[in-house]
């Protein structure tokens, strides 16, 4: 049965119950609408499986078939966190609709740590997956001081010191565009070191250092730009204000954000400007060549998920670029030379 075909209108009233459930379990990484596309195709599973009536309940059976299924089309086009992720929206969908305890007794708890982390190993080798190019460190720099050159050369206090906020925090602390926009003066500290905010993938505060003086002194002379503009400081003013945001403001309304669109095509103009093919390469990539620099430098892994605020080691895997083989070749080759030594 096709999907749409599915009248989902009591999904999508459980929906904000579930979304809570999805930020607990740290997998509100994606869109509402693809949240609900995971549950109304399991709905219709469940439909096809009784001749196209609706469910009255669900069984362990539908949710097997189900994740087989995504399991199948996650193989098929190289994705990772496709059957973590659809697990998840299904478990909480079935909490809020039949209750905790039968959740728990179709999908139980420890079957979805399992299959997150059994999904976590496989990243790295899985057949069909092609590898997403990164920056390197000379791209990297290119881009930093082409977003220098672009604040230097722009004339408009809107866009004061935009670029070079928005790639130093792409790349001195791994952050998504997506979540610098959403950024106020409240989350960096009094002197700019260091930016604490609410990742676009995970339910937990990450506190992040910007180590880069020329970064630091960008935010603070872009608040101060901001502050000439009219952003009183008690209002405490995003980083990027949206269109009518200063209005809103002032008449104790919420602050107005820059759209996605919007933040992705600052990082993308820089990069343009710098010469680099940014095709296929995703800002937040620059948080991969860090942490794969960190291990190849000898810096032990759990130290590296300190710093970058991970719950999982798991983690290390999605973000370090060489794959689990060379990593094991790596290793035997360190134990067959200490072994040699000894013998």
Not at 133 to 146: C, G, L, N, S, V
Request: hydrophobic share 40%; net charge positive; aromatic share 8%.
């Amino acid at each position: 049965m096709d999907a749409r075909a599915v009248d989902y209108s009591l999904i999508r009233a459980l929906y904000p119950g579930f979304a809570a459930d999805l930020r607990l379990e740290g997998r509100l990484g994606r869109s509402r609408s693809t949240y609900l596309s995971y549950v109304r195709r399991f709905v219709a599973l469940a439909m096809e499986r009784r001749g196209g009536d609706p469910p009255a309940s669900f069984t362990r059976q539908d949710v097997d078939e189900f994740l087989r299924r995504m399991e199948e089309r996650a193989v098929a086009i190289g994705a990772t966190k496709l059957v973590p992720d659809a697990a998840v929206a299904v478990k909480s969908f079935l909490r809020r609709a039949l209750g905790p305890e039968e959740a728990e007794r179709l999908l139980p708890s420890g079957e979805l740590r399992r299959i997150a982390e059994d999904w976590a190993r496989r990243r790295a080798n899985m057949p069909g997956r092609t590898p997403r190019p990164m920056y390197t460190w000379a791209e990297a720099a290119r881009i930093f001081r082409a977003a220098v050159r672009l604040d230097a050369e722009n004339t408009s206090p809107r866009l004061a010191h935009v670029y070079t906020c928005v790639i130093g925090l792409c790349l001195y602390a791994g952050m998504r565009p997506a979540e610098i926009r959403r950024l106020r003066r409240s989350n960096f500290s009094q002197d700019f070191s260091s930016v604490t905010y609410w990742p676009a993938k995970r339910g937990s505060l990450v506190e992040r250092e910007i180590p880069d003086p020329r970064v630091r002194e960008a935010l603070r002379l872009r608040f101060q730009a901001l502050e000439a503009r009219g952003y009183r400081p008690e209002w405490d003013p995003p980083l990027l204000p949206g269109r009518g945001c200063r209005r809103s403001l002032a008449s104790g309304g919420p602050p107005r954000f820059i759209g996605h669109a919007t933040a992705w095509r600052i990082a993308k103009r820089a990069a343009e400007a710098a010469g680099v093919d940014s095709t296929g390469k995703p800002f937040y990539g620059f948080r991969r060549r860090e942490v794969t620099t960190l291990l190849e430098e000898g810096l032990p892994g759990v130290v590296v998920q300190k710093l970058k605020g991970w719950k999982s080691p798991q983690m290390i895997l999605y973000y370090h670029k060489t794959p689990m083989r060379e990593m094991a070749a790596q290793a035997a080759r360190i134990l067959a030379g200490r072994a040699a030594a000894r013998g």
